[in-house]
């Protein structure tokens, strides 16, 4: 059974890793599929060119989810393109980790911009297509860490737990629209991002895991096609954690 048949997704920063598992799930169940990237563009042509074998429309856009202006812009182009925006995933996010004692004040303001004020730059930038159509679902990737904090990453972690205080207000303000917004927290998911890690430390934290084991981008993506489709129409501003049970 297709569960987004129809509808149009737009999802941030789908070049690799959770993203594009996302898009290629979204696609897989019949939506049309705007994303974006930063500077991956080789790997955004070939999903575009995968995504479309499937039958349904895929473009992707190289923006910047920072950037206010931008947000707009490919919001505007994404409505022109393809005819209206139901679905929004706020995806792209980055690190730049380090002990507070050494974390410089550019590392903290650019992983609050692209993590946080990115979601606040998506959100405007579709509110008032989802208002005019009366629906919408808007899905944010925080994390574990947002919701528990971390060592190392107080400007991520603020960033991630930001995105779950903006999104319940958000679910709040647009519920009696029809518009859902709520949160996934990944655990640890083996992307790119967590390909720098180091080999012993990835070792320890599947050990720790009551599942036993890292994540992977289907996993978010298959909490991400239920929270889109209609079988979610009931759920809003809920944080869903996908992480293998680390935070029980
Ligand atoms: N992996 C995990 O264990 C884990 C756990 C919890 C939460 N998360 C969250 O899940 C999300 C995806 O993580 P991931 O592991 O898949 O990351 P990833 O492999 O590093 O991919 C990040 C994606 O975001 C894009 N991006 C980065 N900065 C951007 C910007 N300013 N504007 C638009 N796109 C931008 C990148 O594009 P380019 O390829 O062009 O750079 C890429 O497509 C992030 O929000 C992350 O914080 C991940």
């Excluded at 987004?4 to 070049?15: C, D, R």
């Excluded at 898009?23 to 991956?40: L, P, R, W």
């Excluded at 501003?237 to 996908?242: A, C």
Aim: charged share 20%.
């Amino acid at each position: 059974m297709k569960l987004l048949q129809g509808k149009t997704a737009i999802i941030t920063g789908a070049s690799r890793g959770i993203g594009k598992g996302i898009a290629q799930a979204f696609a897989e169940h019949g939506a049309n599929v705007a994303f974006t990237y930063s500077s991956s563009a080789e790997s955004a042509n070939a999903l575009e060119t995968e995504l479309n074998t499937l039958g349904i429309k895929a473009k992707g856009y190289q923006s910047n989810a920072a950037d206010f202006d931008a947000a707009q812009k490919l919001a505007e182009e994404v409505l022109a393109e393809f005819g209206s925006i139901d679905i929004l995933v706020n995806n792209a996010g980055i690190t730049k980790d380090n002990l507070l004692m050494r974390m410089g004040e550019d590392d903290f303001d650019k992983v609050i911009e692209v993590n946080l004020k990115s979601v606040f730059n998506m959100t405007k930038a579709v509110q008032r297509t989802m208002l005019k159509q009366r629906k919408g679902s808007i899905i944010n990737m925080s994390s574990v860490v947002g919701v528990k904090g971390n060592a190392g990453q107080a400007n991520y972690a603020a960033s991630k737990a930001g995105i779950i205080g903006f999104s319940k207000s958000v679910a709040l303000e647009l519920g009696s629209r029809n518009i859902r917004s709520n949160v996934i927290a990944p655990g640890f998911i083996e992307t790119e991002m967590t390909a720098k890690l180091d080999e012993n430390t990835v070792k320890s934290w599947r050990e720790a895991i009551p599942l036993k084991r890292g994540g992977t981008p289907e996993d978010i993506a298959n909490v991400c096609v239920f929270l889109a489709s209609d079988l979610s129409a009931y759920v809003t501003g809920q944080t869903i954690n996908v992480d293998g049970g680390m935070l029980t």
